[in-house]
């Protein structure tokens, strides 16, 4: 498929969930593939020279690890543009981010107090939508959702 494809994952040394259920369903890959990693620093700013790291794995697929001080707000498409200065070339309009969500739903049989299931499903539905966090063109999303038990 033309284009790229950026999955966000917390762990790069596995496959992405966004890139395993793409596969699954759609049984293609982008032109360009990125996994995507968003790593919070110990200290409060870092500098711009130092935000983004990229890595070749294959003609088809890189990866791509993004630092942001704690006390920095995550902006991608300011990172990617200090990627684009580094030497990856990628077209916005034709880059599309994949990320994974999962929606919680109370077990049957929980070892939990349903008042307490309930809680931590309605904290966790009102959390920030990564889309807003990430400050990524929200057109640009697919959201790829995962339904977890607790």
């Known amino acids: ?25 759609y049984k293609v890959l982008h032109e360009h593939n990125v996994i995507l990693t968003v790593v919070t620093a110990d ?8 935000r983004v790291e990229l890595e070749a794995v ?17 902006n991608i498409p300011k990172a990617l543009a200090i990627a684009r200065k580094a030497g990856w070339t990628f077209d916005i309009m034709s880059t599309s981010f994949f990320l994974s969500r999962r929606t919680l739903k109370p077990a049957k049989n929980s070892l939990m107090p349903h008042w307490q299931d309930k809680l931590f499903i309605t904290l966790a539905r009102s959390s920030d ?11 640009r999303v697919v959201e790829v959702v995962t339904q977890v038990t607790i």
């Open 129 to 139: 939508d990564a889309t807003n966090y990430f400050q990524i063109p929200s057109e």
């Open 1 to 25: 498929m033309a284009g790229t494809a950026v999955f966000f994952t917390s762990d790069p040394d596995n496959a992405p969930t966004a890139l395993l259920h793409s596969l699954k369903h």
């Open 58 to 74: 294959s003609k088809t697929f890189s990866r791509v690890r993004i630092r942001y001080g704690f006390m920095e707000s995550p």
């Open 43 to 50: 200290t409060p700013r870092i500098d711009p020279e130092e």
